[in-house]
């Protein structure tokens, strides 16, 4: 088992603290000691390394969203033989049958064509097989090891998340952490302003990774020009955002508003 792994609470609290004033981990981790702790208790029950585990890991209203990737690594780090994929047909009759073994039992096999679960992801147009074979691998572990994938929602899921109501107690549990959490992307420690930059999207970057620090530069802008400063200079990525994932680019549209408005009645 690795060496990160907690083998209690103190442990995992210790980790925790450790990783959140990290700068090596991904933003949304950054100076949230209680999230990094779930990080950490989700490592040690899908028996995984803490630090590659944050890497696919996301914070999506609340709920914690796995990369596909990720769900193919966590049922292949608990099962006793891994998923193994085979593919027919072409198009959007493509399909996939997955089979996989838990400890215990017989081999157990799922089928899906890129029909069922094609999502607006550019990526179905550049990977579609190894898109296929993640979404496989989701329906896989969500029907036979349900007690893994529990309560863990995944990134083709993630558009269907309605954005919470605007009620005041939502507009301030947004408002607050920006302004409690927000770091400089230079030198990685905890400001209280950023003036507006164009945030990079490295390969391999997910949208949540984009978004999440955006979002928090922007609650942080002192007038309306600079929130319209930030969202100019990173209006290439938010168009391709709007165009990948629209829902959660109305997300990002509603989680902005409050700062907007309260911009506006200044």
């Given amino acids: 088992m690795n060496a990160l792994v907690p083998l209690s609470p103190q442990?995992?609290?210790?980790?925790?603290?450790?990783?959140?004033?990290?700068?090596?981990?991904?933003?949304?981790?950054?100076?949230?000691?209680?999230?990094?702790?779930?990080?950490?208790?989700?490592?040690?029950?899908?028996?995984?390394?803490?630090?590659?585990?944050m890497q696919e890991l996301f914070i999506i209203n609340g709920r914690p969203m796995l990369s596909g990737k990720l769900t193919a690594a966590i049922c292949n780090h608990n099962l006793a033989e891994p998923l193994t994929p085979t593919y027919f047909g072409e198009g959007n009759n493509r399909k996939i049958t997955i089979v996989g073994r838990v400890a215990g039992r017989d081999p157990q096999s799922i089928e899906v064509t890129v029909a069922q679960v094609r999502t607006s992801n550019e990526q179905w147009q550049k990977n579609p097989d190894q898109m296929l074979f993640y979404a496989g691998s989701r329906m896989w572990a969500r029907r036979y090891t349900p007690?893994?994938?529990?309560?863990?929602?995944?990134?083709?899921?993630?558009?269907?998340?309605?954005?919470?109501?605007?009620?005041?107690?939502?507009?301030?549990?947004?408002?607050?952490?920006?302004?409690?959490?927000?770091?400089?992307?230079?030198?990685?420690?905890?400001?209280?302003?950023?003036?507006?930059i164009k945030i990079e999207m490295n390969e391999g970057s997910s949208w949540g990774q984009f978004i999440e620090p955006l979002q928090r530069y922007i609650a942080s802008a002192r007038s309306i020009d600079e929130v319209d400063q930030w969202m100019m200079l990173n209006q290439d990525l938010l168009l391709k955002l709007r165009e990948a994932k629209p829902q959660l680019y109305k997300l990002f549209e509603k989680n902005i508003e409050p700062t907007k408005e309260r911009l506006a009645n200044q």
Avoid: W
């Fill in 147 to 196: 007690d893994l994938v529990l309560g863990i929602m995944f990134d083709d899921e993630a558009e269907a998340v309605e954005a919470p109501k605007p009620t005041l107690q939502n507009l301030l549990a947004i408002q607050k952490p920006a302004e409690k959490e927000l770091i400089d992307p230079t030198t990685g420690e905890v400001v209280e302003h950023v003036d507006p």
């Fill in 11 to 53: 442990h995992a609290m210790s980790i925790a603290q450790a990783f959140a004033t990290a700068k090596m981990v991904p933003q949304h981790f950054k100076q949230s000691v209680g999230d990094c702790y779930i990080a950490v208790t989700m490592a040690h029950r899908f028996n995984m390394d803490v630090f590659l585990l």
